[in-house]
C-alpha cells in the first residue's frame, strides 16, 4: 500500500514561493498519477496538479504559469513549486498518487492514497 508523507508547507508573503515535497513509499513497478490538490476553508478539494502517463504535466488554471510540479523517480518523490503566490492560495495540500494501467489519472478521490496534508498560508 502506497503511504505518502508530504512538507515544505509555511506561511509567505504574497509574491513569494514555497516548495512542497512528497514521499512515496510501497510504490511497486508501474506508473502512477501523482496529484496535488488543495483545500481551502470551507471551500471543496481540487486539483492543482497532475502528472501522468509518461510524465504529461497539467495544471489548473488557476495555477498555471505559478506552479510546477516534477518527480524524482529515484527518490520515490513528487514536488510542487509554487511561485508568485497569491492569497488565495492559502489552503491545506494534499498530495495523493494511484497506480494506473493507462494513461488516464481516475476521477474518483478515494482512488488515492493521500497525504496528510500541509498547510500553505500567504498573506498580502
Known amino acids: 500500500q502506497v503511504q505518502l508523507v508530504e512538507s515544505g508547507g509555511g506561511s509567505v508573503e504574497a509574491g513569494g514561493s514555497l516548495r512542497l515535497s512528497c514521499s512515496a513509499s510501497?510504490?511497486?513497478?508501474?506508473?502512477?498519477?501523482m496529484r496535488w490538490f488543495r483545500q481551502a476553508t470551507g471551500k471543496e478539494r481540487e486539483g492543482v496538479a497532475t502528472i501522468r502517463g509518461a510524465g504529461v504535466r497539467s495544471y489548473a488554471d488557476s495555477v498555471k504559469g505559478r506552479f510546477t510540479i516534477s518527480e524524482d523517480y529515484f527518490k520515490n518523490s513528487f514536488y510542487l513549486q509554487m511561485n508568485a503566490l497569491k492569497t488565495e492560495d492559502t489552503a491545506t495540500y494534499y498530495c495523493?498518487?494511484?497506480?494506473?494501467?493507462?494513461?488516464?489519472?481516475?476521477?474518483?478521490?478515494?482512488?488515492?492514497?493521500w497525504g496528510q496534508g500541509t498547510q500553505v498560508t500567504v498573506s498580502s
Open positions: 495523493a498518487s494511484v497506480r494506473v494501467y493507462g494513461t488516464l489519472c481516475p476521477s474518483p478521490l478515494n482512488a488515492y492514497s
Open positions: 510501497g510504490y511497486t513497478a508501474g506508473r502512477y498519477c
